[in-house]
């Protein structure tokens, strides 16, 4: 019977998973800035068969480790460069993670609480929303958590080989984050056994064999790019988008006490408003619960995850995403003697992903995309012109156009923003061209930001036409007339 019922369950799960995660998919644009970065950089390894230095812009490109561009050109090889193959691996990982849950919460508790924590994972906001993104959070998530769960399979059992697999996934999440991949999991398993005044289990933990695997995993990729790129390698990965990042912030008017606080409510959603149940069916006892073993771990998973992020300077939405896997345990727990409410947020939220997906998501991303304007100038662009971006810089233009755009700005601002060493500086790694040389060019098309198109008028001369609008960009063909004026058509 049991055995029935968890195939029912991964049935119905696998169901849900794959209606939400990749409905509409083919139809949602890829957006700037973060989005069109990844699917640049995994496009251009494809046609370049370059498959170790990441390259945008024709560029060797250090942001992130090279396991998610992998996936994502694994992708593209199959389904071809589009929507769908770029947000293929996203919706792939987030099955795999609602899987890894229900297998894991079976283990700890049964198989009704496994089923309650799955769905209740894979149909909060922050879920929904990062299975269908192109970023790396999702696979991190997978490989974050599984080096959390085998760990404690290992831990709580005799079953001591699982401490290969901690190991093994430490090293993937290093290949997809960097080195917050195992420092940040390893952490929170020595706050958990300093919790458990257990120093013996050391010895069962395979120290020896699983640093080699780690090592080799996890470092063998960074190794090859720093005997390939050198010192500028990890000045730059290491540096600036480690190091930095955990120290200045890059948002700073986010860097407040409350900002994860803020995030989870909207991440856990619609789930995070059952927690005032959870509190007064606790207050009902007039006690707080004895802290297990299984509960003292998780807990202790969640809380090291939210004040690590608080403490480091940046703040982004999806950094405490990996606490959502124990957050989703605990709240089951709860909904596992409340089935009619259970069912109740099931269809609403089926209904109401549904409706975001189609009214919210695709006319969002069409908005905060510059696809229609790539594909306009992989139309009009001839052999011996130049293409500009003037304001904001669209880098899905040049995912969907497959042709070279350059960022316009004044000669003397040019070496201010070109990439630096420890400066974030070291993003803006897009082609430059001093707008004072656009006079001695007579074939041009400029990409220009609406907020940018007054200043674009005043600075940059020439006969420009308005060949193409739309509300966020506006297309301009040069004329070879020097007559510093614009006309409409």
């Known amino acids: 019977m049991e055995h ?73 090889t199959i389904f071809g460069i589009n929507e769908f193959s770029a947000r293929f691996w996203p919706a792939v990982m987030g099955l795999i993670g609602i899987m890894g849950t229900y297998a894991f919460t079976r283990y700890l508790y049964n198989a009704k609480i496994a089923f309650i924590a799955s769905l209740i994972l894979e149909t909060s906001f922050e879920y929904w ?25 290992a831990y709580s059992s005799e079953k001591k080989q699982y401490y290969y697999g901690a190991y093994l996934f430490a090293g993937l999440a290093t290949l997809t984050k960097g080195p917050i991949g195992f420092l940040l999991p390893g952490f929170i398993i020595v706050v958990f056994m300093l919790w458990q005044r257990n120093t013996t289990e050391l010895k069962h933990m395979k120290c020896a064999v699983g640093t080699l695997i780690l090592t080799f995993v996890g470092g063998s990729w960074y190794y090859i790019m720093y005997m390939i790129h050198g010192k500028i390698f990890l000045e730059t990965f290491l540096g600036v988008h480690n190091f930095l990042r955990a120290t200045v912030s ?24 059952t927690l005032p149940l959870v509190l007064k069916k606790m207050w009902a006892k007039r006690a707080c619960p004895k802290i297990d073993e299984t509960t003292g771990f998780l807990v202790i998973w969640i809380l090291v995850v939210f004040v690590f992020y608080q403490i480091v300077a940046t703040k982004y939405t999806t950094y405490t995403f990996p606490a959502f896997l124990p957050i989703a345990i ?50 009009s662009k001839k052999s011996d012109a130049i293409v500009g971006s003037y304001g904001e810089y669209h880098t899905s233009a040049v995912f969907y156009s497959g042709v070279k755009i350059y960022r316009i700005e004044k000669a003397q601002n040019i070496d201010k923003l070109i990439p630096k060493a420890m400066s974030w500086n070291s993003k803006n790694v897009m082609p430059f061209f001093p707008e004072e040389d656009l006079i001695k060019k007579n074939h041009v098309l400029m990409l220009v930001s609406a907020d940018s198109l007054d200043r674009f008028k005043m600075d940059i001369k020439g006969n420009w036409v308005l060949v193409w609008q739309r509300n966020q960009e506006l297309l301009f063909k040069k004329q070879s007339s020097i007559n510093p004026n614009y006309f409409y058509q």
């Open 4 to 76: 029935l019922s968890t195939k029912k369950h991964i049935v119905i799960i696998l169901s849900i998973g794959i209606y939400l995660f990749f409905l509409g998919n083919q139809g949602i644009y890829i957006t700037d800035p973060v989005e069109s970065n990844y699917t640049l950089t995994a496009s251009e390894m494809v046609q370049s068969g370059d498959y170790i230095s990441p390259q945008i812009y024709g560029m060797y490109w250090y942001d992130k480790p090279i396991l998610f561009y992998w996936q994502l050109a694994s992708a593209f």
């Open 129 to 153: 929303l990062i299975s269908k993104a192109v970023i790396t959070d999702m696979s991190l998530f997978v490989f974050f958590n599984a080096v959390l769960v085998c760990f404690y399979l």
């Open 250 to 273: 890059e948002h700073p008017k986010d860097n407040v006490w409350y900002y994860y606080l803020v995030m989870f409510i909207i991440g856990f959603f619609p789930w995070a408003f």
């Open 330 to 379: 605990l709240v089951a727990r709860f909904f596992a003697e409340r089935k009619p409410l259970l069912k109740k947020m099931l269809i609403f939220n089926l209904v109401f992903y549904t409706l975001l997906t189609f009214f919210v998501a695709i006319p969002y991303c069409q908005k905060y995309s510059a696809k229609d304007a790539g594909v306009i100038v992989a139309a």
